[in-house]
């Protein structure tokens, strides 16, 4: 790795994200809302400076940028909100967010289902079990977390590294990248023979998340994969309802 | 869709499976522990339909809707467990179940005195005592 300028940009946006994250993680001392507040959206500006791509479709851009930074905003809140109900219904707004992500990526089923999935169902049960669990308001364990500092310091050199890769293989840098110089991760390997069983890659894009193109899939390259999954799905309920604390019912 | 916004779509995965590592690692409650966790999903699901789209495969997608059975099953098994951890203590910290970690290594009791281990609610519970594993302790069973 050369230690160009370009990689040095970013450095600014993921302190400045991890210096937003760590002011906000729980703690005892009051925390510095509008300090983090400004630092979180000056590294996503940052960010979306040095690396996002400049404004070409417009309409598909400003979309991708709305959810975009509705799920890393949301993302953030959720997992610094002192109050477990908040954060809850911070994870919800972050689901929708990614649906409209997927939507995007011209996934409309997936959205659909992980709506249903996520946010109604895995999002209500939490809430319910935070509701049943905590009545009494915002508990101790809340109000703190554990290790702030060196967890949140962690996960953003583990980000940065994730980061300073793709701009390795890619250059995620769009005012570098030429058409010369190719990102070996993203383009399509040359010369490699397709598998036997993968489809015909579908000509239409529009295509790509119809049901009929992702049934097709589903049901002839990954059938043993999804009778898999019934099956894990199955042994899970099973696991589940032998684990579940028996109880009169009021009591939790 | 050109190859930048794959990029711009990889960078929002990386972030969110970053933030969901930071409320894995921090927060106390286990219901948090775990919605962080399904966070961390949530990134690995953007990057798949990202390079579903870019290949203009359904590989992806199919992947990603594997992610989402696995999620669900996580989500139900994590629910009963956290239900019979609340029944134990009657608290959702995952420090009052530090005693479980291995015998060599401190317990996190949090950095206020007040939060540290506490009582149990019922001393006559009746743990299941599980059958020793891996090499044998230095000392004997920690009584808490």
């Not at chain 1, 383009?187 to 992702?214: C, Y």
């Not at chain 2, 590592?21 to 927060?27: K, Q, Y």
């Amino acid at each position: 790795m050369n230690w160009s300028p370009e990689n040095m940009q970013l450095l600014l946006p993921l302190c400045l994200g991890w210096l937003a994250v760590w002011s906000l993680l729980p703690r005892e001392k009051p925390r510095g809302r509008i300090l983090a507040g400004l630092t979180g959206v000056a590294a996503m500006l940052v960010l979306q400076a040095t690396s996002l791509p400049p404004a070409g479709e417009i309409v598909r851009d400003a979309m991708f940028y709305v959810f975009a930074a509705v799920a890393v905003l949301c993302a953030g809140l959720m997992i610094t909100d002192r109050n477990p109900l908040y954060a809850a219904l911070w994870f919800a707004l972050t689901t929708l967010a990614v649906c409209g992500l997927f939507l995007i990526n011209s996934a409309p089923f997936l959205a659909a289902a992980t709506i249903i999935v996520y946010a109604g169902a895995i999002v209500v049960t939490f809430l319910f079990v935070i509701m049943l669990a905590q009545q009494a308001g915002s508990a101790d364990y809340d109000r703190q977390s554990c290790q702030p500092g060196i967890a949140s310091l962690l996960s953003f050199v583990l980000l940065g590294i994730l980061l300073f890769s793709l701009q390795e293989w890619g250059g995620i840098n769009a005012n570098t990248t030429d058409a010369a110089r190719p990102g070996q991760f993203v383009s399509l390997p040359q010369g490699v023979q397709a598998n036997i069983l993968s489809q015909p890659p579908v000509s239409n894009p529009r295509e790509i998340g119809s049901l009929r193109v992702l049934g097709r899939a589903l049901f002839t390259d990954y059938l043993y994969s999804v009778e898999l999954a019934g099956t894990v799905l199955l042994v899970a309920t099973i696991g589940a309802i032998a684990i579940a604390p028996r109880r009169p019912q009021g009591h939790l | 869709m050109n190859a930048t916004a794959l990029e711009s779509q990889l960078i929002i995965g990386a972030i969110l499976f970053a933030l969901g590592v930071i409320g894995f690692l921090t927060r106390r409650n286990l219901i948090l522990i775990m919605l962080s966790a399904e966070l961390m999903l949530h990134g690995v699901s953007v990057n798949l339909t990202a390079f579903g789209k870019y290949h203009g495969n359904p590989q992806g997608q199919v992947f990603t809707i594997f992610v989402l059975t696995i999620a669900a099953c996580e989500a139900g098994l994590a629910l009963s467990l956290i239900l019979t951890l609340y029944q134990r203590r009657k608290s959702l910290d995952v420090f009052l179940w530090g005693n479980l970690s291995e015998d060599d290594l401190p317990i996190l009791s949090g950095d206020s005195p007040r939060s540290a281990m506490q009582p149990m609610t019922d001393p006559n519970a009746n743990f299941p005592h599980l059958t020793p594993a891996g090499r044998a302790p230095l000392s004997p069973p920690r009584k808490t």
